[in-house]
């Protein structure tokens, strides 16, 4: 519960993943008698797999969390997450009371939902964000606001906050993406991209 510190270099990504997940960055099956094919799925522990909510770390970088039951737990207070991917999490981060939590250049793909709370919390800002979620946010109360700038959200955001935003595509329709090889989120020709 102290600091954490990730002593990671520019392609060489720190990846916090479950026991089922047996790649790094490609979805593979594998194999059980009589050639079952299993696919990784998210944890269902209730568990995160980084809890930074009695801590004083207030930012992570360069962290790609997959199948987790929760990514995240944000501490109270401000909290950023710069460059990061989330894939087929239940829920990418969980927010702590009061805490304002800020995402830059972020993925969240194939999650239930990006951000959630078991109490009230104050805000979420949203650079870059590209978020293929069942929900973007989910909590007993609304949140007071949400910003979202240069993003695109697949998901409901749900009644209740006060939502600004600046470039942004809500539920786009029509192509959106592109896949490379195992990548999925790459801005097809002719969508948003330059925009």
């Known amino acids: 519960m102290g600091p954490l510190f990730c002593q990671t270099e520019q392609y060489n990504p720190a990846i916090l993943t479950s026991v089922d997940d047996e790649a790094v960055g490609d979805r593979c099956g594998y194999y059980l008698w009589p050639r079952q094919v299993l696919w990784p799925r998210p944890a269902a522990n209730g568990s995160s797999y980084l809890d930074l909510s009695a801590t004083s770390s207030n930012s992570i970088n360069n962290l790609r969390f997959c199948y987790a039951d929760k990514g995240v737990a944000s501490p109270s ?9 989330f894939s087929a999490c239940n829920t990418a981060i969980v927010a702590s009371q009061g805490a304002i939590n800020s995402l830059h250049n972020v993925l969240v793909a194939k999650c239930g ?26 909590a007993p109360s609304s949140p007071l606001r949400i910003n979202l700038t240069n993003s695109i959200i697949f998901g409901t955001l749900q009644s ?3 939502i600004s935003s600046q470039n942004v595509a809500l539920n786009p329709t029509g192509a959106v993406f592109q896949t490379l090889d195992h990548a999925n989120y790459y801005l097809a020709a002719d969508t948003y991209r330059h925009a």
């Not at 207070?77 to 991917?85: E, L, T, V």
């Not at 951000?115 to 989910?138: C, K, M, P, R, Y």
């Open 77 to 85: 207070g401000r909290f950023d997450a710069w460059d990061c991917q």
């Open 160 to 162: 209740g906050p006060v």
């Open 113 to 138: 939902t990006a951000v959630g709370a078991l109490t009230s919390f104050n805000e979420i800002d949203a650079e870059q964000v590209t978020a293929d979620v069942s929900s973007f946010w989910s």
